[in-house]
């Protein structure tokens, strides 16, 4: 890989989508921030921006730059060693986004076993074992770019805001990776879990919705939830994650929480697999 990975293995990297076809819901702040703080844990991770409005990419530092996104790997113009990119956080890359992506719906559709562009494109990530997490910031639609990227992922984090009508598009995702997982474009796809954000716990409103959201999908959704704030908010504007930019603020830690339960929800996943894939000697005998 680049310079801008490490030497150190990882023992399998994990891909996870963040994902919701609503924008606005905190989808790309939770990619930036998740990593951001998944890299303090020390996790490696490569966040890969695919929105064409590269917020992740600006998100966290950097500049769009022609030729500097998936989509050169997609066409086969590029290796995808020579896109991915520092950033100034320790153990935290990523793969930027620019303008020229809104092209690949259009270059992947065109290709032969179009859902599997995107997991073709990786493989080179995945068999080098450098990162820990990818986490990749989908698009705000259905289209064939979030179809492929859900087709290459282990698992789904759905982002829904503490609002009325929040519900609405999580059937709709839910249903997509239910298709993948029957057509055989992913069998190993699930939802990895649903965190609410925009969370005002001044209002009955954001209290309601969560505990609607908890009664209907239980154990899914997370413990921790991200709080509106300004802070958040106004991150962005300066290239940073919340933990950069007001690393004491309520809306960082709880970033550090939800990067501590999402990180502890994989190890336990991890260990089940483990422990159902050993052999057993009671069976054998």
């Known amino acids: 890989m680049s310079d801008a990975t490490s030497a150190a293995t990882s023992a399998h990297t994990r891909v996870i989508a963040i994902a919701n076809q609503k924008g606005g819901v905190g989808k790309t702040t939770t990619v930036v921030n998740l990593a951001a703080a998944l890299a303090e844990l020390k996790s490696t991770v ?9 917020n992740a990419t600006s998100g966290l530092g950097l500049r769009p730059r ?19 990119q520092p950033t100034v956080y320790a153990n935290l890359n990523i793969i930027p986004s ?15 076993n179009h859902l599997l562009a995107v997991q073709k494109a990786l493989a080179r990530v995945l068999e080098a074992r450098v990162f820990d997490y990818v986490l ?10 979030m179809t492929a990227s859900l087709a290459a992922a282990d698992g789904v984090v759905v982002t829904m805001q503490c609002e009325y009508y929040a519900m609405e598009g999580l059937s709709v995702i839910t249903d997509l990776v239910r298709r993948l997982k029957a057509n055989g474009a992913n069998h190993r796809l699930g939802i990895e879990g649903i965190l609410m954000t925009m969370f005002d716990g001044r209002t009955r409103l954001s209290q309601d919705v969560v505990g609607e959201v908890r009664r209907h999908f239980g154990a899914l959704v997370y413990e921790t939830v991200i709080p509106r704030s300004i802070r958040l908010g106004e991150a962005p504007s300066f290239g940073k994650p919340i933990t950069a930019y007001d690393p004491e ?3 960082a830690e709880s970033y550090r929480a939800f990067a501590r339960e999402f990180r502890a929800r994989d ?9 159902a894939a ?5 069976a054998a005998g």
């Open 136 to 145: 990749m910031d989908c698009p705000p639609s259905l289209g064939i770019l």
């Open 46 to 54: 490569l966040v890969i921006d695919l929105d064409p409005q590269a």
């Open 66 to 84: 022609p030729g500097y996104s998936l989509y050169p790997v997609l066409t086969g113009a590029s290796d995808v060693a020579d896109i991915i």
């Open 267 to 275: 190890r336990q996943r991890a260990a089940a697999e483990s422990a």
């Open 98 to 112: 620019e303008l020229d992506l809104a092209g690949a719906e259009i270059e992947i559709a065109r290709a032969e």
């Open 278 to 282: 050993a052999p057993n000697p009671a």
């Open 249 to 251: 603020s309520k809306a």
